[in-house]
């Protein structure tokens, strides 16, 4: 049922992955719950970005940490949800399969690369840099073959069987291939943007949410701030306390050479790169993944919280536009 | 004549129940107490629903389902089938083999996924074998049960006529279980379905409707989703009205029990 | 083949054709006890020995439940005896076999054949030809007189006319050995004759060997060559009267009256023993 | 003393399929021809098992999902039950929302999980809603099925005593139907095992076996994986012989049925 | 109660005390056909008019298919006529219910009740208090000599004794009118002649109505007030006997030896036609 939340608790939903580190940690160390009190904390653990949308929508959560592609299809189905800070930039590569031959973008003509699913956004990133290296996936006309994964995981044993020759994925599962020497990576989607900025976790509240509860929003925001600054500081201790969150959660540990793997390919940092999500939504259009980037997609962001802490710690403000 | 106007008797009190259940659907959507993107109107859905089919995304998804469903299925009987007929022909393997395969029925298909990919790789035969593994317990047991009910004086009348072994089942124990078989088959063919909605994800390249509605998931195109669901209930309901229950009714009638439906 | 006919005659003893040509069907002290649902043990037969010479009709009476059904379940080979033995043509039974057709106390019809079907089908497992099987269905179906009922389905039949249905499939395999459970107590008085004497004729015609079981003391003295005498339950022999009437039979026969009276006699005596059983306990 | 035999009597066939399972297992294992990350050996399951029992983490998922499982089913039984009743004593009911009850079973868990988030919320009564609506149509074909086997002449027996009515269905046409009905049961159970591993992923915050496998393959942690569907096939397999079993072979045994199992 | 005896007679109408007291059953110009699964159709009965006066016992008899099952089922409210009413008490029957207990054909006992759970559930339906139930049981029982068998579960009864179980089921709710379907086919005939006297005691003492359909001509003149006789398929009265003997009677009352014998006649009658049609067809 539909509800604008309560002043005395915030639902949070997070998802069980390294790559929403930020909140993780936040809820481990008792940053979130510390910054948001006297309001409660009650932490909702979910399995997919579609599952969070769903209960966001549903009003069953106040709060989500949550990755672009689910961001942009909220806001373009309802828009009333809106982005009160960015949390992790980074974290996902192509990666190649030992064995395969494939050493340049020209090597992937002919082969089968995995990814998360159609119109995903790796599945856009990967399709993208395919027509800039004049390929073209096989369902569009072209000669590589990508083949959308129903759990990330797949791919070790699809890379074992040689079944596929690469994986665009996100993390842990890049780290977790070229741990196993199954495979080498071929690019870091980071290289791709500029200043090597992209957002992969979002800090998204529903606007039903921020109008009734604006001093919630603002204390969860400081909270996120709080939290990625303890990242920031205690880079090693962080990536241990968010892989045990992990177990606690209800999720799975990851192995430790993975994990500071992993960790390095991520830039924990509350700045939601908007021109990243823009870019984004232009490159899901020219698939065909989506009608029109909506004119007032950047209209998302209300990020005067955001500014408004970083202002008070002394660090230069985000901005939306660009 | 007849024929046509026992169809309409058919036809109508199914009608009168999806219309009953559609406007349920549009009075709780015009409260406005769930958010319309989660709960879209019936009108909504039949927008997409047409949009679907006219692009024919529906169709051919639609197709590709109900092929692997038939073949999977088709598979699934034969093997139930057979794996029944051991189990009540020795008790050794109904109390070994037979209760290992009710153990493995309890196993949702996404348990299957990573062997199937490991076996056959990522394609329509490990589609296939995520709908037969899914499925064939289900059969197994629905054989099982029906010849259990076999009343044991019309096996003692076939035994005393000369027949035995395997012509014994097939002519006298495995008709009369046919009731009771068609029935438990409708179960088997339920959980090959959801089996292949969970398979379809193997190869979420597979074109399908389980394919389709878990894109449209992702992509929170609820209006989707529920065009796919409504797909995959007529489906269920024409092939219940149609094969099950027409093959059912015939039996029975020929057999002076119960008809109805 | 047709045993030699001595005159009435009481044993207890095997009869005596079963040293000379083998018997056909031959029991040595069976019994058979049954466990109960409940835990507890109920004694249907004991100690049963006779023999049935090739090309005899003998006729099984006694009191409702001394374990009658229970014998010819053993015979057909459906059913094994906790002691003794079961011998046919001198081989011990290891299990039913289309040799011995059974007419069960029911009607054991298939119901999603036809009558007709039901005839063919155990015509087909008797191994006879295609070409003949419907000819010989008419003409039993005829002697039952359901040729106008050869297609109805079996659960559009009266009681009668299923028992009927069972007969007429039962003789149609012309089996060496004929075993019937009463096959003809939910009939009238009036078909009931007309069966009876059809029977009688298959029998005189045929030689086949026939095992019966009846409560009508009548029939039993119309068909039978020797009517053996059940004990009230847990059954055993108690009486053996070899009828040596000539043949065909009628039902006036005086011959008939004498060996009606005797059997009605010692059968009083059986079931006043259940009776008593019943007051005193 | 007779007990102990015959309980042996049913444990040792098992134990020998279990065994033979695990040593083709082995063997393929051993051929080395499926990479020991995706295919563990069962001594490493084995290991694994015992690891998370003696961590308490598998105990704990059981405990979750059982607890679960069992109201999940006994409300599906319930409302099955009834559903199927209501079927058998209406034609129109049967015809109409019947069919679209059967309709519904072919529906996959997932196509529930968005409506039962936007009900429920993220919660437990999500995953019961789930659990639920995945096994009880699956109860009502199975009540259907079982009451259309009753001999018609049982339930005149029952009208001319005097029953009629809900009376005649509870004493007379449902115990007739017993037999028939427990087998449907065990699909109904399936149904349910399977919806609940689905239904678990709703909120991966609710502990369970569904959850912990999740977790396990978005890891790669193979050996736990199988590790939990081992749980999962002996969980099925004692329900198996300990209720469904049991139960079914009481009521042959008293109504002079063909016994097996 | 009793019906006046007046001496045989033969009439096709409905009997005199029709128009004095009102009867008990009423039929009139009752007609079932069957539609089978083939799609003919089968005349079961046609034009069938009779009645019975309270306290009185009619007997039905008529060569097997001609219908008599199908009358008792409709009498009993199982099956509604084609053409033509059913009345009991003067009021048209709307279904089956207690007043009037059925015993079938085969035996319809209930296979997960044992026998006395099979008599207490028919006592407790007929609203007989808990606390006497387990006497009225035992009594019953005991009447058919099955009290040892009284915890015993239905499939472990012989034929007979199932029947007997039925018997004593139906009996024991002391229903007004008793409509019962060949319930001593089964039986030998000595247990079948306890039966018939008990079941003519508990007519005397009770005064119930019994419509009972039988093929024994001699049980019919045994215990009937009035025997009606069907004709050949579809069936239709073609005979009424009254018989007058006094009761008790005894089988060897002469009296009914010249029912019997004319019953006989009729009999082979309608019979003859039945064996016409097979022939000719
Ligand atoms: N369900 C049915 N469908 C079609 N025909 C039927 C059905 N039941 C009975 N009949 C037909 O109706 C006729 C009368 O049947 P019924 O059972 O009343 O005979 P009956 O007098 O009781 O015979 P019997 O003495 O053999 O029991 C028979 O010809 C039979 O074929
Ligand atoms: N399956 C069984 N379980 C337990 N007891 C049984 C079973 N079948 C038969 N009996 C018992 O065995 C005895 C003999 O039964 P049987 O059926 O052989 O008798 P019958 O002589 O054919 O009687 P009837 O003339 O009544 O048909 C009876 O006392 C019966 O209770
Ligand atoms: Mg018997
Ligand atoms: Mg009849």
């Known amino acids: 049922a539909k509800s604008a939340g309560s002043s005395t608790t915030l639902r949070l939903g997070v998802f069980l992955n390294l790559t929403h580190a930020p909140g993780l940690v936040g809820i481990a160390q008792g940053i979130l719950a510390k910054d948001l009190a006297p309001t409660k904390l009650k932490v909702v653990p979910f399995n997919s970005g579609s599952d969070a949308s769903n209960a966001m929508l549903a009003g069953s959560i106040d709060a989500t940490y949550i990755g672009p592609g689910p961001t942009v299809s909220l806001f373009i189905k309802s828009g009333k949800v809106a982005v009160v800070s960015g949390a992790t930039q980074g974290g996902a590569s192509l990666v190649v399969r030992t064995g395969a031959g494939i050493s ?31 390929l073209k996936a096989k369902d569009e006309g072209g000669d590589v073959t990508v083949v959308p994964l129903e759990k990330n995981s797949d791919s070790v044993q ?47 509240v529903s606007t039903g949410y921020l109008s009734a509860h604006a001093d ?29 969150e992990l177990a606690t959660l209800g999720g799975k540990s990851l192995d430790p050479a993975v994990l500071s793997k992993a960790w390095a390919e991520m830039t924990f940092n509350w700045d939601p790169v908007a021109s990243s999500l823009r870019a984004n939504a232009e490159h899901s259009k020219a698939l065909g993944y989506i009608d029109s980037v909506p004119s007032n997609l950047l209209s998302i962001y209300r990020l005067e919280d955001l500014n408004a802490v970083l202002t008070s710690i002394g660090q230069p403000a985000v901005q939306a536009s660009s | 004549m007849w024929r046509a106007r026992s169809a309409a008797k058919q036809v109508w009190p199914r009608l009168a129940a999806v219309l009953a259940l559609v406007a349920v659907w549009q009075l709780v959507y015009q409260t406005g107490f769930f958010d319309h993107v989660v709960l ?29 469903l038939l073949i999977g299925f088709a ?38 996924l990573p062997l199937a990919i490991l076996w056959f790789g990522l394609n329509e035969t490990a589609v296939l074998f995520v709908v037969v593994i899914g499925s064939f317990p289900s059969v197994t047991l629905a054989t099982v049960n029906s010849l259990r009910q076999v009343p044991p004086l019309l096996e003692r009348a076939g035994r005393t006529l000369g027949a035995k072994g395997w012509r014994l089942y097939r002519t006298v124990i495995f008709p009369a279980a046919v009731p009771g078989y068609v029935g438990g088959l409708q179960q088997g063919w339920a959980f090959a379905w959801r089996s292949l909605m969970a398979g379809e994800l193997i190869a979420s390249g597979a074109l399908g409707l389980g394919q389709l509605m878990n894109a449209s998931r992702e992509n929170l195109d609820t209006p989707e ?14 092939v219940d009205l149609a094969v099950f229950g027409a093959f059912d009714r015939r039996i029975r009638t020929r057999r002076g029990l119960a008809v109805a439906g | 083949m047709r045993p030699a006919v001595t005159g009435p005659d009481l044993r207890l003893e095997p009869s005596p054709q079963a040293g000379t040509a083998p018997a056909k069907v031959s029991l040595r002290n069976v019994a058979r006890t049954y466990r109960s649902a409940r835990g507890g043990k109920v004694s249907a037969c004991t100690d049963v020995t006779f023999d049935v010479a090739p090309g005899e009709f003998v006729c099984l009476l006694g009191p409702s439940g001394c374990g009658k059904s229970t014998l ?20 011990p039974v290891s299990g039913p076999g289309p040799d011995r057709a059974v ?5 054991a019809l298939f119901p999603w054949m036809s009558v007709a079907a039901n005839v063919d089908f155990a015509l087909g497992l008797a191994g006879v030809p295609k070409t003949e099987r419907r000819d010989r269905r008419m003409f039993w179906l005829g002697k039952v007189h359901l040729s106008r009922f050869a297609d109805a389905q079996p659960h559009e039949l009266s009681g009668g006319m299923r028992q009927r249905a069972a007969l007429a499939r039962a003789l149609a395999c012309e089996p060496d050995v004929l075993l019937a459970d009463e096959p003809f107590a939910a009939l009238d008085a009036q078909t009931r004759e007309i069966l009876q004497r059809e029977l009688q004729r298959v029998w005189v015609e045929t030689g086949k060997t026939f095992v019966f079981v009846t409560h009508n003391v009548r029939e039993a003295a119309f068909l039978a060559d020797r009517v053996l005498l059940m004990s009230a339950p847990p059954g055993t022999l108690v009486e053996e009267q070899r009828i040596t009437a000539p043949r065909p039979r009628e039902f006036d026969d005086p011959l008939l009256a004498k060996v009606v009276s005797d059997v009605h006699r010692h059968l009083i005596k059986e079931v006043e023993k259940v009776v008593a059983r019943e007051i005193g306990g």
């Open chain 1, 104 to 134: 340049s973008p020209a090597d992937l003509k002919g082969k089968r690369i995995a990814d998360p699913g159609i119109g995903n956004t790796q599945d856009v990133a990967l399709r993208t840099y395919l027509h800039r290296n004049g």
């Open chain 1, 158 to 204: 699809l890379m074992q069987a040689k079944q596929i020759d690469g994986a665009w994925l996100p993390e842990p599962y890049p780290s977790l291939l070229t741990s196993m020497n199954l495979a080498t990576q071929l690019l870091d989607e980071r290289s791709l943007w500029p200043g090597g900025q992209f957002v992969t976790t979002n800090l998204l």
């Open chain 1, 216 to 244: 919630v929003v603002k204390k969860l925001v400081k909270g996120n701030v709080d939290a990625i600054r303890f990242i920031q500081q205690n880079s090693d201790r962080a990536s241990q306390i968010a892989n045990t």
């Open chain 2, 40 to 68: 879209p109107s019936p009108l909504q859905v039949w927008g997409s629903l047409r949009a679907n089919v006219a692009d024919g995304s529906i169709p051919r998804a639609a197709e590709a389902s109900l092929i692997r």
């Open chain 2, 75 to 112: 598979v699934s009987v034969a093997a139930g089938t057979l794996a029944g007929l051991a189990m009540v022909a020795s008790q050794f393997i109904e109390r070994s083999f037979g209760s290992l395969i009710i153990g493995l029925q309890s196993l949702p298909s996404i348990a299957w």
């Open chain 2, 225 to 238: 989703v529920l065009a796919v669901m409504v797909v995959i209930v007529a489906i269920g309901m024409i």
């Open chain 3, 72 to 91: 010819l379940n053993i015979i057909a080979g459906l059913d094994r005896p906790d002691r003794g033995e079961v011998l046919i043509d001198g081989r």
């Open chain 3, 103 to 107: 007419l069960f106390q029911e009607p």
